[in-house]
């Protein structure tokens, strides 16, 4: 790995390299003129059901443990695969895990709030608080907080998604090794598609892109917010951060390539598009894809390739940021019979 990551704090807890596999059937499923498709395996990053948040996470702990902190908190929706995994990541660290959680999806299937990743949570032994239906979530925080300080902890804490600069160095490390991958393996031209939410992963790729200039371009699929312009911004501005924390120039305003169009009527609201792609990568590739995150950022690409948005020779390559526990929160939006 290259060594400009090595002035930051990190702690190990990545299977690395993950795997850059083909998906050969799938794109034998999508006609003649669908470009290679590759997948980055970031669901096999190993730590607790593994996913894109450990990538962060070795990070975010590495920063935690170097300021002497001894709790971890952190908050996300009721399913959030980062609580879950920032949990597990804690708990490998010998820190205190403190997630606050927003019920803020309106979603009502029957496991969603019990099951998938709430419930390993609770595995992981978390301290698990749910901000209050109607409350000021930022007077919660305040308050456990404050708690957590008067009864002697030390708390760090990371936002949702983890999506700091500090969260985002994990994405511009993983970029580089996808670019490796890719220049190893001869693939270009390349693109890699991903699901884009809280913005971390998409600036850290393409803050990443910035010491591999010749790699693959970036291009997010809009999973969360319903304004796009202003999450472009937002994602821009973290990517200008985290690039000025690595000591490399700022990309170029227009690398923030964000896709609208696939968030449907909510983030975490199951759309149609997102069940055929969770179905379509498990019956073609033998691979779970998730019904927040990863099935809808499969289903804009599918769109996308369906489109002919993509040239037949630019290579393909889904980065599959994880989140698979969710598919049980959802059991009804699958479940035949
Ligand atoms: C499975 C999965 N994929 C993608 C994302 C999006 O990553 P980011 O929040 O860094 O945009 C998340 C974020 O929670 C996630 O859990």
């Not at 983890?162 to 190893?184: H, P």
């Not at 929160?329 to 699958?334: G, I, L, P, Q, T």
């Amino acid at each position: 790995m290259s060594g400009v990551f090595d002035k930051f704090a990190r702690f190990p807890l990545a299977h690395l390299p993950t795997p850059l596999t083909e998906m050969k059937p799938l794109r034998a499923s999508l006609g003649p003129a669908c470009p290679r498709l590759f997948i980055k395996r970031d669901d096999c990053t190993g730590l607790g059901g593994g996913g894109n948040k450990t990538r962060k996470l070795e990070f975010i702990i590495g920063e935690a443990l170097a300021q002497g902190c001894d709790t971890i908190v952190t908050t996300g929706a009721l399913q959030s695969n980062h609580a879950r995994q920032t949990a597990a990541a804690a708990n490998t660290a010998g820190l205190k895990p403190v997630l606050v959680l927003l019920d803020m999806v309106a979603y009502e299937g029957h496991a969603y709030r019990r099951s998938g990743n709430r419930l390993l949570d609770d595995i992981f032994g978390a301290d698990v608080r749910i901000i209050p239906q109607g409350s000021d979530p930022t007077a919660f925080f305040k308050q456990v907080m404050d708690e957590l300080k008067a009864s002697g902890c030390k708390p760090y804490f990371t936002p949702a998604g983890g999506s700091t600069v500090t969260g985002s160095l994990g994405y511009a490390a993983a970029y580089v090794e996808i670019a490796d991958q890719l220049a190893e393996r001869g693939i270009a031209p390349a693109r890699i598609v991903h699901a884009s939410s809280s913005g971390g992963t998409q600036a850290g790729l393409v803050a990443g892109r910035q010491l591999r200039p010749e790699g693959p371009l970036v291009h997010g699929i809009n999973v969360y917010r319903l304004d796009t312009d202003k999450m472009r911004e937002d994602i821009t501005a973290l990517a200008n951060d985290t690039a000025g924390r690595l000591g490399v120039a700022a990309p170029m305003p227009g690398d923030v390539l964000l896709e609208d169009g696939f968030v449907g009527e909510a983030y975490g609201i199951p759309t149609p598009e997102m069940v055929e792609a969770v179905e379509l990568l498990a019956r073609r590739e033998g691979i779970l894809l998730d019904p927040v995150y990863t099935g809808k950022g499969m289903a804009g690409m599918l769109a996308l390739i369906r489109r002919g948005a993509f040239a037949r020779e630019e290579a393909l390559v889904f980065l599959h940021t994880g989140g698979m526990p969710g598919l049980f929160a959802y059991e009804e939006e699958f479940k035949k019979g």
